[in-house]
């Protein structure tokens, strides 16, 4: 099976701050990787597919860089309604652990 | 737009069947280029995918649940199933149902139902 390793675990940054998040696989994957934020108490929205593929109607500041093994997801202006845990998603079958991200 | 929604008891006995139903409104069951899944997520963890159905009744299961798992589709009612039998604490958890979109170069679970959380105990 693949595993997808995601870090961090929890981040927290100022509004405003650039922040970046990081999913390996332990094999190649191709671009076979979709990023995913969930608020708390609500499902999981898709944000990117295929790993740089904004979904229609996602704020532009959501962008998502990366194939075969290492891949990247990136806020580029922290807003407040971002507080969210993120997780990219190999799919269907593997979620990266995900990653909680604050407000400091 | 289409919507899903999840039904079904919120508190199952150790041992017994977990039964859940996802009706989709808004849209066919049947159109396009998709597949319905479950997923759950216990309390505070992450997602865990269970399995997915095609309209045509194809089915790929989680191999850590696959013994115990059986999703079913109802064309006709446009709703899809599923049934985790034996199951313990260990299976208490937000279930969620959500559609995926796959062609030849993309798959990715882009609507989700809300939610609905299952607690088993006695």
């Known amino acids: 099976d693949i595993q997808m390793t995601q870090s961090p675990s929890s981040l927290s940054a100022s509004v405003g701050d650039r922040v970046t998040i990081t999913c390996q696989a332990s094999?190649?994957?191709?671009?076979?990787l979709n990023w995913y934020q969930q608020k708390p108490g609500k499902a999981p929205k898709l944000l990117i597919y295929d790993a740089s593929n904004l979904e229609t109607g996602v704020p532009s500041r959501f962008s998502g860089s990366g194939s075969g093994t290492d891949f990247t997801f990136t806020i580029s202006s922290l807003q407040p309604e971002d507080i969210a845990t993120y997780y990219c998603q190999q799919p269907p079958l593997t979620f990266g652990g995900g990653t909680k991200v604050e407000i400091k | 737009q289409v919507q899903l929604q999840e039904s079904g008891p919120g508190l199952v006995k150790p041992s017994q069947t977990l039964s859940l139903t996802c009706t989709v409104s808004g849209g066919s069951i049947s159109s396009g280029s998709y597949y319905w899944s479950w997923i759950r997520q216990p309390a505070g963890k992450g997602l865990e995918w269970i399995g997915r159905?095609?309209?045509?009744?194809?089915?790929n299961y989680n191999p850590s649940l696959k013994s115990r798992v059986t999703i079913s589709v109802d064309t006709s009612k446009n709703q899809f199933s599923l049934k985790l039998s034996s199951v313990t604490a260990a299976d208490t958890a937000v279930y969620y149902c959500a559609r995926g979109r796959r062609d030849s170069s993309s798959d990715a679970f882009d609507i989700w139902g809300q939610g609905t959380m299952v607690t088993v105990s006695s």
């Open positions: 094999q190649d994957i191709s671009n076979y």
């Open positions: 159905i095609y309209t045509s009744g194809s089915t």
